[in-house]
């Protein structure tokens, strides 16, 4: 590993060698070579064109949830939005949500003014830049991108502004994804709706979620993407995982599609044991899974994490898009 060949820039804190499994939900993984949080946007692009003087990769942490990170770490510069684009502002019947605001506390701040919409986030443990990027929502089909109206980002052009109709979100997919930019927040359009009905439902999810969802231990919420016409934990059930273990990763007795550890576990085992799963769903039902976790590492990428041959999304399109359809910014 190099060192810095030029110092950061004034009045922003770089660190060195910082353990990245304190800031994930797995609690797993190595350090950042380097690690940021800019208070601003301006300092956040001072800080990329120092990492684009330095030559570094950069990668943006968000809330930490469905995210493995290797064991060895990653030779990057890891930037934390949680102050430069940590807040959020209602007008009307819209709201602005920076990257790094979690979408429980976005869910639950929506419902206090008697706005709908948001609801299916309440159980979500993730911020809103990696839910625009995966386009995250639950089993009953809500997902984020049906609320979008625009989404903020940075990229070599500078700050823009992409309305909706230059964006495409698909089932746990949306074009932000390998475009280059890095989300700073998006508006999204929510709908009146009286508050007791809203809480109502929040009570009815969360309830939903903890009697169905381990949530006492570190896991990264869902392992795998749903296939088209069916579920992962499902298939994961009728191939005899549930409970399955790799030294200390194993598979939750509670959702087959959650992965918990107690402590213990190592990156290698997650990793293996998601493997196995793989394997025998395949050797099962004839269907090969798809990580919705996020992979980090320098090395090799592992084989679980391998993409298919392009097809057609796994599930149909989100209301407003369509098959083909591309994003121009």
């Known amino acids: 590993m190099e060192t810095m060949t030029a110092p950061p820039p004034d009045g922003i804190e770089v660190h060195e060698n910082v353990p990245l499994a304190r800031h994930t939900y797995l609690r797993l993984g190595g350090p950042a070579r380097y690690f940021a949080i800019p208070e601003d946007v301006a300092q956040l692009d001072r800080l990329l064109g120092?990492?684009?003087?330095?030559?570094?990769?950069?990668?943006?942490?968000?809330?930490?949830?469905?995210?493995?990170?290797?064991?060895?770490?990653?030779?990057?510069?890891?930037v934390s939005l949680r102050r430069a684009a940590g807040s959020y502002r209602f007008e009307g019947d819209r709201v602005s949500a920076g990257a790094a605001v979690m979408l429980p506390a976005l869910s639950r701040a929506a419902a206090g003014r008697g706005l709908g919409g948001l609801e299916f986030a309440i159980g979500i443990p993730g911020a809103v830049g990696g839910a625009l990027?995966?386009?995250?929502?639950?089993?009953?089909?809500?997902?984020?991108?049906?609320?979008?109206?625009?989404?903020?980002?940075?990229?070599?052009?500078?700050?823009?502004?992409?309305?909706?109709?230059?964006?495409?979100?698909?089932?746990?997919?949306?074009?932000?994804?390998?475009?280059?930019?890095?989300?700073?927040?998006?508006?999204?359009?929510?709908?009146?709706?009286?508050?007791?009905?809203?809480?109502?439902?929040l009570r009815e999810l969360l309830a939903h979620r903890q009697a169905t969802q381990p949530t006492a231990g570190p896991n990264a919420g869902s392992v795998f993407t749903n296939p088209r016409g069916d579920y992962a934990g499902r298939l994961i059930?009728?191939?005899?995982?549930?409970?399955?273990?790799?030294?200390?990763?194993?598979?939750?007795?509670?959702?087959?599609?959650?992965?918990?550890?107690?402590?213990?576990?190592?990156?290698?085992?997650?990793?293996?044991?998601?493997?196995?799963?793989?394997?025998?769903?395949?050797?099962?039902?004839?269907?090969?899974?798809?990580?919705?976790?996020?992979?980090w590492g320098d090395g090799p990428?592992?084989?679980?994490?391998?993409?298919?041959?392009?097809?057609?999304?796994?599930?149909?399109?989100?209301?407003?898009?369509?098959n083909g359809e591309r994003a121009v910014f």
């Open 50 to 78: 120092w990492a684009r003087g330095e030559a570094l990769s950069v990668r943006v942490l968000g809330g930490g949830s469905n995210l493995l990170v290797a064991d060895e770490g990653v030779d990057a510069l890891v």
């Open 301 to 322: 990428l592992p084989e679980v994490f391998a993409e298919p041959e392009p097809d057609l999304p796994d599930e149909p399109d989100e209301p407003g898009t369509a």
């Open 133 to 201: 990027n995966s386009n995250a929502g639950i089993g009953d089909g809500r997902a984020i991108g049906d609320l979008v109206e625009s989404v903020d980002v940075l990229g070599g052009r500078g700050r823009m502004t992409i309305p909706r109709g230059q964006l495409l979100f698909t089932y746990r997919r949306s074009s932000l994804r390998g475009a280059g930019v890095m989300v700073l927040g998006a508006t999204l359009r929510l709908h009146p709706r009286p508050r007791e009905e809203i809480e109502a439902e």
């Open 237 to 295: 059930e009728a191939a005899g995982c549930k409970g399955l273990a790799v030294g200390e990763a194993r598979v939750s007795e509670l959702h087959a599609n959650f992965f918990v550890h107690d402590g213990g576990a190592s990156v290698a085992e997650m990793v293996a044991l998601m493997a196995e799963v793989q394997r025998r769903v395949l050797d099962h039902s004839g269907v090969r899974l798809q990580p919705e976790i996020e992979w």
